[in-house]
């Protein structure tokens, strides 16, 4: 049968012969010493003890070995050990490659430590053969199982490699259809890379390429807005460009380079310009400036010296420029331009006051029509009665009026007093006839 050393057991006959006794220590100190030091040396390497026909030094060994194999049994998950009984090695194998020590199976006295022996799952001791065999058996199982291992490793790899693969051809594929498949051919080294699919895109933002594409983003989270999707940003420049084309803007407002963007379109999403708020600043500036009459010219370059007619849609398209800011200047040149077109005096803060009460370009056109018909009768009244007490009548109380702003009352009043007047006197007597004044008042809002 197959018997080996059992490791459960320990040798009884400790050693008494250590090679480091105190009288090796101090056998320098007499040659009586250190003769019997050396005695005692050379019987734990050669002096058989008992009747286990090993030397001490041999039994030490032993206890060494099986100490060493109950370690390695107690430790490893994969490995387990025994002690060769013929050499007093350890020996280890991977579990399971022979079956576990019966401790049941009875022991032979005669030997040093007991013997058991190895037994199949029915209780029937092993043969020498038997044992071999089993122990090849399991050997030659490990080794298909670890190629078998490889296999399925290298499957695997190869499996994440067609994933990733595949996921780079989606995003060049998404990419291309805007023409913009380049950005990605950056990141095609990650295919060969433990990279997951979900990394691509990360591995896509960090390129220079992308970033220059998609320049706005970084400004937008500056400002705490969120970063747009290529899909996003991509769809805004096209609504940008084609509102531009339906207004007749120039080319070189809207054309793009060679990888796509548009400098003013940058600017545009990055300050969350949206396709409607860019269609009503053009609007704004073709409808109400530069396709006006003169007169709203001259007041809009009389008023803001800084905006020029060379610039005026440049100034309009500029995010920086709020778009009620310009609306507001622009209503300003509006209101100007009908005082100029009635022949009257006109400036910023008058104009830009009247704006801030509602006053729109037709309401203005259609007021100062009326003040144009009786501001010069009464100012002409207001000069001959002023020593009764009525004061002057000049266009800004023409305009409180005519508007309804501050002042509005006294100013109809004053009005009123001076038609009387003027009737008494032209009419023969007070409220006999139509004065000048009530004519020009007529349709007033």
């Given at each position: 049968?197959?018997?080996?050393?059992?490791?459960y057991?320990?040798?009884?006959?400790?050693?008494?012969?250590?090679?480091?006794?105190?009288?090796?220590?101090?056998?320098?100190?007499?040659?009586?010493?250190?003769?019997?030091?050396?005695?005692?040396?050379?019987?734990?390497?050669?002096?058989?003890v008992?009747?286990?026909?090993?030397?001490?030094?041999?039994?030490?060994?032993?206890?060494?070995?099986?100490?060493?194999?109950?370690?390695?049994?107690?430790?490893?998950?994969?490995?387990?050990s025994?002690?060769?009984?013929?050499?007093?090695?350890?020996?280890?194998?991977?579990?399971?490659t022979?079956?576990?020590?019966?401790?049941?199976?009875?022991?032979t006295?005669?030997?040093?430590?007991?013997?058991?022996?190895?037994?199949?799952?029915?209780?029937?001791?092993?043969?020498?053969?038997?044992?071999?065999?089993?122990?090849?058996?399991?050997?030659?199982?490990?080794?298909?199982?670890?190629?078998?291992?490889?296999?399925?490793?290298?499957a695997?790899?190869?499996?994440?490699?067609?994933?990733?693969?595949?996921?780079?051809?989606?995003?060049?594929?998404?990419?291309?259809?805007?023409?913009?498949?380049?950005?990605?051919e950056?990141?095609?080294?990650?295919?060969?890379k433990?990279?997951?699919?979900?990394?691509f895109?990360?591995?896509?933002?960090?390129?220079?390429?992308?970033?220059?594409?998609?320049?706005?983003?970084?400004?937008?989270?500056?400002?705490?807005?969120?970063?747009?999707?290529?899909?996003?940003y991509?769809?805004?420049?096209?609504?940008?460009?084609?509102?531009?084309?339906?207004?007749?803007?120039?080319?070189?407002?809207?054309?793009?380079?060679?990888?796509?963007?548009?400098?003013g379109?940058?600017?545009?999403?990055?300050n969350?310009?949206s396709?409607?708020?860019?269609?009503?600043?053009?609007?704004?500036?073709?409808?109400?400036?530069?396709?006006?009459?003169?007169?709203?010219?001259?007041?809009?370059?009389?008023?803001?010296?800084?905006?020029?007619?060379?610039?005026?849609?440049?100034?309009?398209?500029?995010?920086?420029n709020?778009?009620?800011?310009?609306?507001?200047?622009?209503?300003?040149?509006e209101?100007?331009?009908?005082?100029?077109g009635?022949?009257?005096?006109?400036?910023?803060?008058?104009?830009?006051?009247?704006?801030?009460?509602?006053?729109?370009?037709?309401?203005?056109?259609?007021?100062?029509?009326?003040?144009?018909?009786?501001?010069?009768?009464?100012?002409?009244?207001?000069?001959?009665?002023?020593?009764?007490?009525?004061?002057?009548?000049?266009?800004s109380?023409?305009?409180?009026?005519?508007?309804?702003?501050?002042?509005?009352?006294?100013?109809?009043?004053?009005?009123?007093?001076?038609?009387?007047?003027?009737?008494?006197?032209?009419?023969?007597?007070?409220?006999t006839?139509?004065?000048?004044?009530?004519?020009?008042r007529?349709?007033?809002?």
């Amino acid at each position: 049968m197959a018997r080996i050393y059992d490791p459960y057991d320990d040798y009884t006959t400790p050693s008494s012969f250590l090679p480091e006794d105190s009288a090796v220590k101090n056998a320098a100190k007499s040659p009586t010493a250190t003769k019997a030091a050396q005695a005692t040396e050379d019987a734990y390497y050669t002096q058989p003890v008992g009747i286990t026909g090993k030397t001490q030094a041999q039994l030490d060994a032993l206890a060494n070995a099986r100490e060493t194999a109950a370690t390695i049994r107690g430790a490893s998950t994969t490995m387990t050990s025994r002690v060769d009984p013929a050499t007093g090695k350890v020996i280890t194998t991977p579990k399971g490659t022979v079956l576990p020590v019966n401790p049941a199976n009875p022991v032979t006295p005669n030997k040093p430590g007991g013997v058991t022996t190895y037994t199949a799952t029915d209780g029937t001791p092993f043969t020498d053969a038997q044992a071999y065999a089993t122990y090849q058996a399991s050997l030659n199982a490990g080794a298909t199982n670890k190629a078998l291992m490889a296999q399925q490793a290298k499957a695997a790899e190869e499996a994440r490699l067609q994933d990733r693969q595949s996921a780079y051809d989606l995003l060049y594929n998404e990419f291309s259809k805007y023409g913009l498949g380049t950005l990605v051919e950056g990141i095609k080294d990650l295919i060969q890379k433990n990279v997951s699919p979900s990394e691509f895109a990360i591995a896509l933002q960090n390129t220079d390429a992308y970033k220059q594409r998609f320049a706005a983003n970084q400004d937008r989270i500056k400002q705490g807005l969120r970063a747009l999707t290529p899909a996003e940003y991509i769809g805004l420049e096209d609504q940008y460009q084609n509102i531009m084309r339906n207004y007749g803007l120039p080319s070189s407002y809207y054309s793009k380079d060679t990888m796509g963007t548009q400098a003013g379109f940058n600017k545009f999403i990055a300050n969350d310009v949206s396709a409607a708020e860019l269609e009503d600043r053009i609007a704004t500036a073709q409808k109400r400036v530069i396709n006006a009459d003169v007169n709203v010219k001259d007041a809009l370059r009389q008023f803001y010296p800084d905006i020029t007619d060379a610039d005026i849609l440049a100034y309009t398209l500029d995010p920086s420029n709020a778009l009620e800011n310009i609306k507001r200047k622009v209503t300003a040149a509006e209101i100007g331009g009908a005082a100029l077109g009635q022949g009257l005096g006109t400036n910023v803060n008058r104009a830009e006051e009247l704006a801030k009460y509602g006053i729109t370009k037709a309401q203005a056109q259609q007021g100062y029509g009326q003040i144009g018909e009786f501001l010069p009768t009464a100012e002409k009244l207001g000069d001959i009665y002023s020593k009764q007490g009525l004061g002057a009548y000049d266009q800004s109380t023409a305009e409180s009026e005519v508007f309804g702003t501050a002042g509005a009352a006294e100013a109809a009043r004053k009005r009123k007093k001076l038609t009387q007047l003027e009737q008494a006197q032209f009419g023969g007597q007070a409220g006999t006839s139509q004065s000048a004044l009530d004519r020009g008042r007529q349709g007033s809002f």
